[in-house]
């Protein structure tokens, strides 16, 4: 379902699922003017369609004793060996999100550890051995100031 197949009813559905996945369909009906059946056929169909690709829960890292968020860039040896080092990402735990991006580097990771030293841990024992990883760059979060969702609103192009 290409974005321009999504009309306003549909966005708001998603501003309220994206904001909290939870929330009962009769509720966010009410909020839209249409029948909870309406919306149930409406997310059944963006889900068909690839718009939405699943609801989670958030898990707090913190609550979990993981108090070091750090975004590690990666330099490869040779930048068309990025298959082979996202598979060997992918079973590292501590790595939540990889990215493969422009820039100076290859590959952009967020992770999550106990702390600096489980952090330095990870670094130097398992990312920094992985084949064709040539250098890394750690920045340290200090704090999330926020997080959402993708922001859903219309975005329609603008008339030329």
């Known amino acids: 379902m290409p974005s321009n197949l999504i ?3 549909d966005r708001k559905i998603l501003s309220f699922l ?5 929330k009962p369909f009769l509720e966010i009906a009410r909020e839209c003017g249409i029948s909870g059946a309406a919306v149930h056929q409406r997310v059944r169909k963006m889900e068909a ?3 939405v ?5 958030t898990v707090k890292p913190s609550t979990l004793g993981l108090n070091v968020c750090a975004f590690i860039s990666l330099s490869l040896s040779e930048n068309n060996k990025y298959p082979e080092v996202i598979a060997a990402l992918k079973h590292i735990p501590e790595v939540v999100e990889c990215h493969f991006v422009t820039g100076k580097a290859a590959l952009l990771l967020k992770v999550y550890c106990y702390d600096n030293n489980h952090l330095m841990d990870i ?10 990883v040539l250098s890394t760059e ?3 979060s200090l704090d999330e100031a926020f997080k959402r969702e ?10 030329e």
């Open 123 to 132: 670094l130097l024992t398992t990312i920094q051995r992985i084949p064709y």
């Open 53 to 57: 690709t699943g609801s989670q829960m």
């Open 150 to 159: 993708v922001w859903v609103k219309d975005h329609r192009k603008k008339q």
């Open 49 to 51: 369609s690839g718009v």
């Open 18 to 22: 994206s904001r909290d996945a939870r």
């Open 7 to 9: 009309d306003e009813t």
């Open 138 to 140: 750690t920045i340290i």
